[in-house]
């Protein structure tokens, strides 16, 4: 989507894991699954997180090895491990996480500023890696340092978030994604929850200064709103047989990425993102294996052009 001559750095924060899912373990977490993606999409993208210096970090690095991902800003923890995230369904067939705490990634240390991510046009981060003061404290020595435009991915996972701590991450969003729960549980906090979701979502805008907002909607689309401007766009979700929901969300926001740095109008790059969320659906884990041509197939073969 996004040739080299529209070189644009982009770089993701928190976690990275392996989801032990029924049928196998998969390589996750939300920041990586935005970068898997972006990457596939043909955006250079770095990952800053914490593996533990065992066997499962050492499959993690050889799995962005083979997938060409960057992992200049991969640290390695001495003592701490990997981390594991155990995935269930529940009776209502909803995926739940058990994650465990502590892992490598909760004591993220802040990067040299001569790796140069102080630079980066994009950062993308989410509330989980909030969860222990030592990663707090570097996502927040990044996120003051950066110029970069600041993506909020909020992706709550109870119990490991706060009132507080997504609070203080929405004052420095530029962009902010969430779901319509997160978005309940926000407008709730800030004594908005009796409200219509366009006067939560401008709430939320008007409060922290943030220029864009997107809410995905599940079977519904999604949804695009613009503090400035002052316009909102829909999308529609894609039909196609469910496998599995995980990452999704990750990859739908990595192809709204893309297609912004393509200067692409907000209404196509929903669409995008939404055939890229449908074709992530339609196959097992958050990240399948895919190219540009299996993208334009599935849009084809779903009548989604």
């Not at 070189?7 to 990275?16: H, S």
């Not at 991510?117 to 993308?124: E, G, H, I, S």
């Not at 991915?153 to 109870?158: E, F, H």
């Not at 805008?205 to 503090?227: Q, W």
């Amino acid at each position: 989507m996004v040739n080299e001559k529209q070189y644009t750095k982009v770089l993701c924060i928190g976690e990275l894991l392996w989801d032990m899912i029924p049928t196998g373990k998969a390589v996750g977490g939300a920041p990586f699954n935005v970068a898997y993606h972006l990457n596939k999409l043909g955006v250079h993208t770095k990952i800053l997180t914490r593996i533990g210096k065992d066997r499962d970090g050492v499959e993690l690095l050889d799995f962005l090895g083979a997938h060409a991902i960057d992992t200049s800003m991969v640290q390695v923890d001495e003592q701490q491990s990997t981390s594991k995230v155990e995935v269930y369904y529940d009776d209502t067939h909803a995926i739940k996480y058990n994650i465990v705490y502590p892992t490598a990634w909760d004591f993220l240390a802040s990067p040299d500023p001569s790796t140069g991510w102080a630079d980066t046009d994009y950062l993308v981060f989410g509330s989980l890696i909030f969860r222990h003061s030592i990663a707090k404290k570097a996502v927040l020595d990044v996120l003051k340092r950066s110029q970069g435009i600041k993506i909020f991915d909020i992706n709550l996972r109870a119990p490991h978030f706060s009132k507080e701590s997504v609070l203080e991450l929405l004052a420095y969003t530029d962009i902010l994604k969430l779901n319509e729960d997160e978005l309940a549980l926000v407008s709730e906090w800030l004594g908005t929850g009796d409200q219509t979701i366009s006067l939560q979502t401008d709430h939320i805008l008007d409060t922290f200064g943030i220029k864009e907002l997107v809410l995905t909607l599940g079977e519904r689309g999604a949804m695009h709103k613009s503090l400035d401007k002052g316009e909102t766009y829909f999308c529609q979700a894609q039909k196609v047989d469910v496998v599995d929901t995980i990452g999704s969300g990750d990859s739908f926001l990595a192809a709204f990425i893309a297609s912004r740095i393509e200067e692409r109008p907000i209404r196509e790059a929903l669409h995008i993102a939404s055939v890229l969320a449908a074709f992530v659906t339609s196959r097992k884990g958050g990240c399948p294996e895919y190219t540009r041509t299996d993208l334009d197939y599935f849009e084809w073969h779903n009548g989604v052009l």
